[in-house]
Every structure is written in C-alpha cells, then in structure tokens.
C-alpha cells in the first residue's frame, strides 16, 4: 500500500508538471552594411560575425510549468518571426498586449536563446524583457536593452548605445563612442579604444587601457582608472577612487567621491596643476609640490611646473598624490 501510494504521487507530480520547447533554424541573405533587429520577450541574445552574405538564425524557447495548455497558448500565439525589408533582417517574438494577455498561475519558468551570426560589417539593434546580450567581433552601430540582464561586448567597432535594468556590463577591446548604463551592476572596460562613458546605480567601474575620454558615474561603488590616454572624469557617491596615470599624462582629470579615499599615482616628472580638498581627511602630495596648502585638507599649486589639471574633490576620505614606479610610469 504503501509503495502503491509513492507511485501515485510520482505519477501526480509528473502530470502536473509541463515542458514545452521550440526550437527554429533558419538562414536568409544578406550582405555587408545591414542591419538586425531582434526583439523578443525574454531569452539570451548572442551575435557574432558569420560568412559575409548570410544571416543564420539558431532560436530555443522553452516553458516549463504546471499548465501545459498555457505554454502551447504562448508559443502559438507569440512566434518567432524572421523578415528581411531590403538588407534589414528582423527577428521577432513579442506579446503584444492588447491581442494577448496571459495570466500565469502557480509555477512557471521561461528560458530562451538567440545565437545569430551576420556579416562582419552589420549593424545591430537588440531588445530582450529579459535576459544577456552578447556581441562580439561586429563593425557598425550597436544598440542594446535588456530590462533585467548582463551585457558581454566584445571587439566591436562602431557607436555602441546599451543599458540594462539590472546587471553588470563587461567590454572588451571595443572601438569607438560607447555609451553604457546599468541600474545597478559592475561596470569593466579592458582595452578599448575612442570614447567611454558609463553609468551605474549601485557597482564598481574599472577602465583599463582605455585610448580616449573616460566619463563614468556610480551612485554607490569604486571607481579604478589604469592607463587611460584621453581625459578622465570620475564620481562616486560611495565608493574609493584609485587611478593609475601613464606618461606623458594626456588630459585632465577630475575625480569626486562622497564618500571614500582617492589614490592617484602618477609619473615623477608629470607636470600638473593641483586642486585638491578633502573635507573629512587629509591631503597628501608625495611629489615636490608648489603653491598653497591652506590647512591640512586642501592643496592648490603646481608639480613640476604645472600642466594637465589634476582636480580631486572627497567628502569624507583623505587623497593621496603619489609617484609611480619606473617601470609603471613607462607603460
């Protein structure tokens, strides 16, 4: 009996339980200086460069939950479609509202995935309710959204627009203006090269290796610059700040916290003109320093005859202006 009634429960649980998966594979022309558009309710976007006069599409979507009748009713209701209007090829799979409007109940997990690849030179514009986006090795102009997911890029060479409702952004060896906000999630840039500006609501910001301006922002992070050859701009409204200037020191930098330390490391023989005042610390130059120390929290004057301006701004952390090594100076 009492095995009897095991069996009955298995065979209970399965039966309540459903599993719906699609998968589509499908490739249309196309050719150089394009464009794709995906725009989907959920599921992982992944683009990459393919052969130069093909658009290969590979998608999965799976629902599992306890009402099969409603996962068949979403699939049917809301394809995946691919149309090509000239050399813009759009993939779509999104609810709309008015037609259709599904009221899940109990347990319900939808899982999706869009792996395409397009000529090298093509443009992308990426949307997802819900999941990554990936992009890697592509010339031309990127937009991206997610409303709850991380942001890969990697490579790309062209204006690149994305934000994300919650995760974090990697880039890596991107060319080009980039434009990046996250409402809350670790920002890394590695690499790259053109212009950077990043935004986060609550994570850290690095920026390594950067050939250009760097403009970033989080509400509550630490902000770390290394070998950045352009201007450097920096708040935190909690966090540290730590940046590694290069030889020659190319442009001006400016970095704000709220609440946090800053560190900077410099070459021996930078030439700067300082403005520095912490509010809660003290102001350190480790370097021969010329000009006005009004008390213990404030340093304005030059290093080594003055040159790029160096403004550093803590409301409640000391700052620190320290000389590099040889060999980091050099790099």
């Known amino acids: 009996m009492i095995i009897r009634t095991l069996l009955l429960l298995v065979i209970a649980a399965a039966t309540a339980s459903a599993l719906s998966e699609e998968n589509i594979s499908q490739q ?26 093909k658009v290969v599409v590979e998608a999965h979507r799976k629902i599992d939950s306890n009402n099969e009748g409603q996962e068949k009713e979403y699939l049917a209701t809301v394809p995946v479609t691919l149309s090509k209007d000239g050399n813009t090829v759009t993939i779509r799979a999104r ?6 409007n599904l009221n899940w109940s109990g347990r319900c997990s939808m ?22 986006i990936i992009g890697a090795e592509l010339t031309g102009t990127m937009s991206a959204d ?15 627009g994305a934000t994300t409702s919650g995760g974090s952004i990697e880039l890596n060896g ?26 986060t609501s609550g994570g850290s910001i690095v920026v390594r290796n950067f050939g250009g301006d760097t403009k970033v922002e989080t509400s509550g992070g630490r902000l770390t610059f290394e070998n950045i050859n352009g201007k450097i701009t920096g708040r935190s409204s909690g ?8 030889s ?63 403004v550093l701004r ?9 000389p590099a090594s040889a060999d980091v100076a050099a790099r």
């Open 28 to 53: 249309l022309d196309g050719a150089p200086g394009g464009k794709i558009i995906v725009d989907v309710d959920f599921g992982t976007i992944d683009i990459s460069a393919g052969a130069d006069d």
């Open 95 to 100: 609810r709309q509202q008015k037609d259709h």
């Open 111 to 132: 899982d999706a995935r869009y792996t395409v690849h397009v000529p090298r030179n093509f443009n992308s514009e990426l949307r997802t309710g819900g999941g990554t």
């Open 146 to 160: 997610t409303s709850g997911g991380k942001l890969k890029f990697t490579h790309l060479r062209g204006p690149t």
């Open 174 to 199: 991107c060319e080009g203006a980039v434009k990046v906000d996250t409402s809350g999630g670790r920002i890394e840039s590695i690499d790259g090269s053109g212009s950077l500006e990043a935004r």
């Open 239 to 246: 966090g540290s700040i730590t940046a590694r200037l290069r």
């Open 248 to 310: 020659p020191v190319p442009g001006d930098v400016n970095l704000e916290t709220s609440a946090g330390s800053i560190d900077v490391t410099v070459p021996p023989d930078a030439g700067l003109d300082v403005e520095a005042e912490a509010s809660s610390g003290r102001v350190t130059s480790d370097l021969p320093f010329v000009g006005i120390r009004t008390d213990r929290e404030q340093l304005k004057g030059k290093i080594n005859g003055g040159g790029k301006s160096l």
């Open 314 to 322: 803590s409301g409640a952390g000391s700052i620190s202006i320290k």
